[in-house]
């Protein structure tokens, strides 16, 4: 005879909010919206769908970060993507000076959401430029993708430059090493909680919009037609990136894999994976652990 267990369901609804839960990509409403498009025309929802696809959500700065805001030195730069404000840190005076450090968002992110790294940069004696990304500016409305962030970091590194170390949050991780396929070089890049593979985010993205799977094949077409090359060949894992890497990822990360990491770290012969304890995909950004890891190995 089996013996059965009663289940909680406080319990069980306590668990599930205690356990990572990804980012969605689709507000409901959206979501519902794009459902009936579908139904009526799925060219009318594809077109939504692609601006959505390049289209990054803002988010309000929280407290932690408003510190930041008001402390760093910010300029208004011109660049190709128009006016961009970046934050210029300088390296604490109290130690001896380790080199310059360009540090990059996510998608949907803001320089701010980087504070804990940039301030352990500085007090180990590393001046940090921290840009907002092109279609990330506070109160505006625009579009971006990898290759924008890639062609930022690139122009930064030949217009600023130059900077002997990049680090970069997710698709900004993922945007340093791409980088390099726009003629920059680094001594040493680190990559935090970043995708190796850019279909796996054509995949995802369609999966959280709730359409069928085979407007996948939709968005790689038309991407490729509008941007003139293959995602599936502009992917973080076959950047032309030949400097030292250091991968910092948690294995409990719902939004990218950990197994994204391992990817990364097989296909860099220079690299180092660091598998943090549990953090998620942001919360890593605000742990000492993290921040030790990244000045130690620009330190080495």
């Not at 059965?4 to 205690?18: E, G, L, Y």
């Not at 805001?69 to 993507?81: A, C, V």
């Not at 941007?227 to 599936?232: A, F």
Request: aromatic share 12%.
């Amino acid at each position: 005879m089996l013996a059965s267990r009663a289940t909680n369901p406080q319990q069980t609804n306590m668990a599930k909010s205690n356990s990572p839960q990804p980012f969605s990509l689709f507000p409901k409403s959206i979501k519902w919206g794009l459902k009936l498009l579908h139904f009526f025309s799925e060219r009318a929802a594809f077109g939504v769908l692609y601006r959505l696809f390049f289209l990054p959500r803002p988010h309000q700065t929280p407290e932690r970060e408003q510190t930041y805001l008001k402390q760093w030195t910010w300029t208004q730069t011109p660049t190709p993507w128009g006016v961009l404000p970046i934050a210029v840190v300088a390296a604490a005076q109290n130690c001896p000076f380790q080199g310059r450090v360009l540090v990059l968002h996510g998608w949907s992110g803001r320089p701010t959401q980087m504070g804990g790294v940039v301030q352990a940069l500085h007090a180990a004696g590393f001046d940090c430029w921290v840009p907002v990304a092109p279609g990330h500016v506070a109160g505006q409305t625009g579009f971006s993708s990898l290759r924008d962030f890639a062609q930022l970091a690139s122009w930064l590194q030949e217009h600023h430059g130059p900077f002997s170390a990049g680090v970069g949050h997710s698709l900004g991780g993922g945007a340093l090493l791409m980088s390099a396929d726009h003629g920059s070089k680094w001594d040493k890049l680190v990559t935090i909680s970043s995708f190796a593979k850019t279909d796996r985010v054509f995949h995802e993205f369609i999966r959280q919009s709730g359409l069928p799977l085979r407007y996948v094949d939709r968005l790689f077409e038309r991407v490729t037609h509008e941007l003139g090359s293959d995602p599936h060949l502009y992917s973080p894992h076959l950047a032309k990136h030949t400097g030292a890497l250091l991968v910092v990822h948690s294995p409990d990360d719902v939004e990218v894999p950990f197994s994204d990491a391992e990817c990364l770290h097989d296909h860099f012969p220079q690299s180092t994976l660091v598998a943090t304890s549990p953090l998620g995909h942001r919360k890593i950004l605000w742990r000492s652990e993290t921040w030790e890891a990244v000045v130690g190995y620009l330190h080495q």
